[in-house]
């Protein structure tokens, strides 16, 4: 899912070539793209577009006559932008294209089942989740939101009710940074790893961001992925930790998987799944050397 900084990226590729401009229609391919029917989609038609913005992991286009229109990319939502006026959807993956004198923006999602959503509302109010903004929160504010609630670390930095924009992918990259275990909990963190988990988070923020912009070159960003081979643990199961050169570790649960470095983060200790426990019990190692003990390197797991 596209997070902060990809989100980020989006919104200032956007602005620069339709801010000011004429939204002069929205085609769908896919109806059940569109959430709202009051106003319909066909009111944003002929409206100017006065400013995009980040709202969280939101994209939002804020229109003439107090209208906004908000995109949510999901997992797998992507935007692309074609010169062309009234640009063709792309088949099977394309949801909605939003037409501009200058080309046309398109949304697609490559993905079975389709996530992605297009609001057109009056107010932002039901899409403000509270999340703090990380980027601009002090550390007072940041130490604040992130003790509210005794959760694992890894929960309550992806809680958009704490932080806003931060998903699966950053998180990992953040605590990694941070030399934090994902399984730590908020309400037991000494003063010197708030600041360090502060201090991680802006600048993993802030240096992703940058590259992104940097990889878009003024143009428009292409190939968005939570699976970056720069990432240092984000996607990188037995893959060298790039600080020690220990293997990353995952836990699996639902749709999500958090990576972590065993050795830089939770003191070689290894972390098990719940489903994982339950069915090992004791035979579940403990720690990393008990682990690189019963699978030497070359041996599969």
Request: some cysteine.
């Amino acid at each position: 899912m596209p997070e902060l900084p990809d989100v980020t990226v989006y919104v200032e590729a956007i602005a620069d070539r339709v801010k000011g401009e004429p939204l002069l229609g929205v085609r769908v391919a896919s109806p059940f793209v569109v959430r709202t029917f009051d106003p319909p989609l066909s009111a944003a038609a002929g409206l100017r577009v006065l400013e995009l913005r980040r709202l969280g992991k939101r994209i939002v286009f804020a229109l003439e006559k107090g209208l906004f229109l908000v995109v949510h990319l999901m997992i797998s939502g992507r935007f692309r932008w074609d010169d062309a006026t009234s640009a063709k959807i792309p088949g099977k993956v394309g949801l909605a294209a939003f037409d501009f004198p200058r080309g046309t923006l398109l949304l697609t999602e490559a993905a079975t089942k389709k996530r992605a959503s297009i609001h057109l509302v009056r107010s932002l109010d039901e899409f403000q989740r509270g999340g703090i903004e990380p980027l601009e929160a002090t550390r007072e504010e940041f130490e604040k939101a992130l003790r509210s609630e005794n959760h694992t670390l890894k929960r309550s930095l992806t809680d958009p009710r704490l932080f806003s924009g931060i998903g699966n992918a950053y998180s990992d990259e953040i605590l990694h940074r941070a030399r934090l275990s994902p399984a730590q909990l908020t309400q037991k963190l000494s003063a010197d790893e708030v600041g360090r988990l502060h201090e991680a988070t802006r600048t993993v923020l802030m240096e992703w961001t940058d590259r992104l912009r940097a990889d878009a070159r003024g143009g428009f960003p292409e190939k968005v992925t939570a699976f970056r081979p720069e990432m240092a643990v984000h996607g990188k199961y037995k893959q060298p930790c790039p600080v020690c050169g220990t293997s990353v570790q995952r836990i699996a649960y639902a749709d999500n998987e958090t990576n972590y470095c065993p050795r830089c983060q939770t003191g070689g200790k290894l972390l098990s799944d719940r489903s994982l426990a339950r069915l090992l019990h004791d035979d579940w190692p403990r720690t990393i050397e008990e682990l690189e003990e019963r699978f030497p390197a070359g041996r599969k797991r």
